[in-house]
């Protein structure tokens, strides 16, 4: 038995917003190590450096567009729902109470503690989405800047987008470092859940590993007489092959430009 986590759209938008983050990656950290064959391999699928260039100006305006659609989607919810879909249980929004089961989860894991009944959303997952969200608009905003310093040079001064630059660069950086390590480490190595946890690609979570983490999710939608509503049947197996393939094929190549980059990280072109 399993439980109807994620809607189709919730689905196809990560898969969209896993794909372009992977190549702004590869084009990135490959133009910042061109000087080495790391850096050659990872832009040579995109047509070299000045391709890798352009692929990731596109797939940049691509990405910010996924960030407006999604400032809509969140501006429908909060319109359809009022101020549950903000204060309310189902909210990602983090908030004070979110400290207790936190600290409880963490000696739970230094084994000194029973699991917190977590609810919808857990702490870390909140962290995740907020963490994407403001890297988002850092990200976004600098690459706008950089997206044609010609146009740009008329309204800001050089220092400023030289600013921009480092901001751009040092950001992309901590969220990879927080995709390739943080993320992949929550979403595959946690015990319920190794080797991967297919949930946002099939949509739905084993009951067996909601119980055991979302306990206060279940028993209130149990209260509200909405768990039956939820629940649904094993995923079909191609549909499980598919998010094998494409969750695994994320993780190499996260791993491949975490490693790679740290492994050249002397040669680094600034």
Known sequence: MKIKRFTLLQRLFHLLLMVSF????????????????FGQALVAPFGGFYGALAVHRWVGLFLLGLFVVHLLYLFLVVFKNGKKSISGPDSIIPRLGDLKPALQHVGWMLGLRKH???????YWEKFDYWAVFWGMVIIGGTGLILYNPLATAQY??????????????????LAMGHVF????????????????????FT???????????????LARLEQEGKLRSVTA???SMPARIIAYVVGFTAIFIGLYILVGGLLNARYITW
Request: aromatic share 10%.
């Open 203 to 217: 949509g739905r979570a084993g009951l067996k590993a909601s119980k055991a983490e979302k306990a206060a999710w």
């Open 181 to 200: 390590i943080i993320h992949f480490a929550i979403a595959h190595l946690r015990r319920l859940h190794f080797p991967m946890d297919k949930v946002i």
């Open 116 to 122: 917190p009944p977590l609810d919808r959303w857990a």
């Open 22 to 37: 992977l190549v702004q990656a590869a084009t990135g950290v490959g133009r910042m190590y061109i000087e080495t064959s």
């Open 233 to 235: 049947g094993e995923a």
């Open 156 to 173: 800001m001064p050089g220092w400023a987008m030289n600013v921009a630059f480092w901001v751009h660069r040092i950001e992309a950086i």
